[in-house]
Each structure stands twice: as structure tokens, then as C-alpha cells.
């Protein structure tokens, strides 16, 4: 075996290790496709991770929580928060390519911020004005 062949091979085979380190650290975390942020599956309050916790956007990945069946792919916005009878909020998404609206989880360290604007956006946008209350 030449020189250059062995080096090849090293290369080669170093690069099939960087390629299983990067497939195993995709497993422990994702990149959000709206903002960038880096994200770790692990979140308290949820046994999996489905949005990023600083945008609250999503991925149409699943067509059934957790089932990674969905063949869209696309991005999904944080259209609404939901309260369960518990007081359990929940993001509401809508995939912006085919529409489809899933309820997802909130968890422990998602962004005050986003999730309360989200919560008072029927308030500071209301769908009629508030005037036309006073003469109900």
C-alpha cells in the first residue's frame, strides 16, 4: 500500500467518524430553521422537544405526536396558546406549506416572552373592534 493511500484511508475513515459524531449529536439536538438557535431534544416538562424554545416555531415532522411520519418537512408557526382544563399551555402550529395545525406541549424553558405574546394577541389584535362592544 502507498503512502498516499494510507493517508486516503485515514482521511477517509476520520471523516466517517466526524460524520456518526455529527448524526449522534443531531439525535441530542436541532438546528431551528427560524431563528438558527441550536436546541436540545431534553426539555423539562416534555418527554420530547418538538419547538424551539426561544422563537417557538416547529417542524412538520410528525402527522401523530411523535411518530416522525410526516413527509412535509416544512417550517411551522406559532399561531395561538391553548390552555388544557389543568392550565397546561399549548402551542398551537400551523405548517406553512400545507396548513396542516397541530397542538403541541409548551415546556419548562420555552421564552416568556413569545409565549405571552402569542397568549394576549387576541387581546392587543382583536378580530372586530371594541368599540361595537358598548352598543351590544
Known sequence: ?????????????SRNTSRRARAEARAESFRCLQCGLDVPMSAPGTDHRNHCPNCLWSRHLDD??????????????????????????VLVHRCTHCGVIHANRTAGD??????????VRPLAQP????????SL
Not at 418537512?73 to 390552555?83: C, D, Q
Not at 378580530?127 to 358598548?134: D, V, Y
Open 1 to 13: 500500500m502507498s503512502r498516499d493511500s494510507t493517508s486516503r484511508t485515514k482521511r477517509s475513515g
Open 64 to 89: 401523530t405526536p411523535g411518530d416522525r411520519e410526516a413527509d412535509c418537512g416544512a417550517r411551522m408557526e406559532p399561531l395561538a396558546i391553548s390552555v388544557r382544563g389543568d392550565g397546561e399551555w
Open 110 to 119: 420555552d421564552n416568556a416572552l413569545p409565549l405571552t405574546r402569542l397568549a
Open 127 to 134: 378580530p372586530f373592534p371594541f368599540e361595537r362592544l358598548g
